[in-house]
Nanobody
Framework: QVQLVESGGGLVQAGGSLRLSCAAS????????MAWYRQAPGKQRELVAL???????NYADSVKGRFTISRDNAENTVVLQMNSLKPEDTAVYYC???????????????WGKGTLVTVSS
């Protein structure tokens, strides 16, 4: 069974940096992509950054140039480096894995429990 455990959230002042990590465990047949989503109070969950199995990345416009997603396949971790943080980045950040659990099955999304990031002005 896939488990995703996030770490690295916390309170930071505007302009500061945080580094989120997601440790993945559990076997799947193949991983399509891993991503970070966030959900602010009263808002829908949104994609922040994504990295495919081939290393292609994609970012929300609001974080381009400030956030960087990376992946360590050997360690089964995905990292989100967040710089120049703004109060509007305040949210619960969730790690996501999009994978094929067994050969021939449909892709599934797996989620971590989230880590809170609070950016003070």
């Amino acid at each position: 069974q896939v488990q995703l455990v996030e770490s690295g959230g916390g309170l930071v002042q505007a302009g500061g940096s945080l580094r989120l990590s997601c440790a993945a465990s559990g076997w799947v047949f193949s991983i399509n992509a891993m991503a970070w989503y966030r959900q602010a109070p009263g808002k829908q969950r949104e994609l922040v950054a994504l990295i495919t199995n081939s290393g292609r990345t994609n970012y929300a416009d609001s974080v381009k140039g400030r956030f960087t997603i990376s992946r360590d396949n050997a360690e089964n971790t995905v990292v989100l480096q967040m710089n120049s943080l703004k109060p509007e980045d305040t949210a619960v950040y969730y790690c996501n894995e999009n994978a094929v659990p067994v050969r021939g099955s449909r892709r599934m999304d797996y989620w971590g429990k989230g880590t809170l990031v609070t950016v003070s002005s």
